[in-house]
């Protein structure tokens, strides 16, 4: 079982940057693809960036040049360092693990979720 606890969000203003951090535990970290979503208000969560057991990357079109996405083993954390930020970036971020190489954004692919931290960017 893999404990995930999320941590870095808080409120910035639109322009600004902030980097977000996932603490895993309970698992070999290594062997399981990461992955960051958001959720807001009235809104379902959506996919934001994922990096693979192999450190391969992928992003949602709407952060891609924005947010990046790594990974250290050695300190079982992921990071979403996210740039320029925007109004609309305003969410709940969660982090999220799966055993599996997951293909495209659907969240059915995690098995493993954190609890969410909360990123608000003002205009």
């Known amino acids: 079982q893999v404990q995930l606890v999320e941590f870095g969000g808080g409120l910035v203003q639109a322009g600004g940057s902030l980097r977000l951090s996932c603490a895993a535990s309970g698992g070999t970290f290594s062997s399981y693809a990461m992955g960051w979503f958001r959720q807001a208000p009235g809104k379902e969560r959506e996919f934001v960036a994922g990096?693979?057991?192999?450190?391969?990357?992928y992003y949602a079109d709407s952060v891609k040049g924005r947010f990046t996405i790594s990974r250290d083993n050695a300190k079982n954390t992921v990071h979403l360092q996210m740039n320029n930020l925007k109004p609309e970036d305003t969410a709940v971020y969660y982090c999220?693990?799966?055993?599996?190489?997951?293909?495209?954004?659907?969240?059915?692919?995690?098995?493993?979720w954190g609890q969410g931290t909360q990123v608000t960017v003002s205009s």
């Open positions: 999220a693990a799966t055993p599996r190489i997951p293909i495209g954004a659907s969240s059915n692919q995690y098995n493993y």
């Open positions: 990096i693979r057991r192999s450190g391969t990357t």
